[in-house]
Each structure stands twice: as structure tokens, then as C-alpha cells.
């Protein structure tokens, strides 16, 4: 059975997807164009409790974003905004407000393939689940994706894992999040991996 699309990206991951440094993607979203979020434990907001995901302004931690590189790995939040929520709730307890590290910062699943239709960051929109032209699947788009990966990442560590990595590359460009099954994606890499010598990948 397949696996669902991912949930979270790291920032370091979407700043390899898209080839641009993460000081970008903290500017598109001080602007309001893409979303950064994180997970917290209980904190108080005046009288109202908030924990779990929620959305954070990254100008209140900007120096973790320096495009240098010289900033912390760790700042306090003051201020969160729930995901279902407009209004930005203040930090009243703790008083320091909230711990976050850089690595925790993330951009969930469906932010990631809403940003990358609305910008057409591969060149290409879905039109419906991933489908081509001729009313199946793109796996000529597969191919290129196939080569981009070999040449800028080298190969996956399993054929598994790289079945994983193409169904997130084809729900990511459908409207629907929709994606092919393990065997039909597995049927057309098998060549490829035959022709990379990819021995006896594990599955």
C-alpha cells in the first residue's frame, strides 16, 4: 500500500527543492505569501491555551535568518498565530515566550504544492491529479525529475525510498494531492535502475 504525501518539510529541505537560500523563503513569508509553522507545547495567551501547530512571523526571529549564516539556531517567540486563526496571539506565560530551533521551523505538504502551483516553480501546472495531455499521468515530467535527481542528488539509498519521493513529486503538482501507485511508478523506474547499475535495490 502506498504511503500517504508528506506532511512537513523542514526549510532546509524546501530550500534544496527550490534552489534558493532560506532568507527567501523568510522574506515571502514576513510578506504573507507562504507559511512557516512549528509545533508547541501548552502556552498561555492571556486567558486562551494554545499548543500544536501554529503559524509563526519570521521578522520576530530574524536573526536566524541571516543570509550569511552567522545567526542562532535557537530563538524566543513572543507572539503565534493559530492555523485556523487571523489575529496574532500574544505570549503571556512563560514569560520568556517559547523555545524554537531552526531545525523545528517546517512548511507543511499542501503549503509546499500550493506555493509551487501558484508560482509555477517547475515550469509546469497540473492540470488535474498529475495528468498529461493525453489523460494519464506525466511520466515523461517523471523522467526529467528522474534525471534532475541523479545529477544535482545523486541516487536515493533505496528503490523504495525513491518510489516515496516521486509520488511526492506527483502529488505535489496535482490539484487533488493524487499520485500513482507504487507498481505502476515501480514498472517504469526499473529500466532506469538497470541502466544506472542500481543492483538489487532493497524495497
Known amino acids: 500500500m502506498a504511503l500517504p504525501p508528506r506532511v512537513f518539510f523542514t526549510l532546509q529541505e524546501i530550500a534544496d527543492r527550490w534552489g534558493c537560500p532560506v532568507s527567501d523563503m523568510a522574506g515571502w513569508a514576513a510578506m504573507g505569501t507562504l507559511k512557516i509553522v512549528t509545533g508547541i507545547p501548552p502556552i498561555e495567551c492571556g486567558e486562551l491555551r494554545v499548543a500544536g501547530l501554529v503559524q509563526i512571523q519570521p521578522t520576530d526571529v530574524l536573526p536566524m ?21 487571523e489575529d496574532w496571539l500574544y505570549i503571556t506565560a512563560p514569560e520568556e515566550g517559547v523555545l524554537v530551533s531552526f531545525s523545528d521551523l517546517l512548511i507543511l505538504g499542501q503549503e509546499v504544492q ?4 501558484v508560482h509555477n516553480i517547475f515550469g509546469r501546472v497540473a492540470e488535474s491529479a498529475g495528468l498529461g ?8 515530467g517523471m523522467n526529467v525529475e528522474i534525471t534532475r535527481r541523479v545529477f544535482e542528488e545523486g541516487l536515493p539509498k533505496s528503490q523504495g525510498e525513491w518510489i516515496r519521493e ?5 502529488a505535489a503538482r496535482s490539484e487533488t494531492g493524487d499520485f500513482p501507485d507504487e507498481r505502476s511508478i515501480r514498472r517504469r523506474l526499473t529500466p532506469i535502475l538497470k541502466a544506472l547499475k542500481f543492483k538489487n535495490p532493497p524495497r
Open 65 to 85: 535568518f541571516r543570509r550569511c549564516g552567522t545567526g542562532p539556531h535557537e530563538a524566543h517567540l513572543k507572539r503565534v498565530r493559530q492555523l485556523d486563526r
Open 133 to 140: 495531455d493525453d489523460g494519464d499521468y506525466d511520466w515523461t
Open 114 to 117: 500550493r506555493f509551487e502551483v
Open 166 to 170: 516521486l509520488q511526492d513529486w506527483f
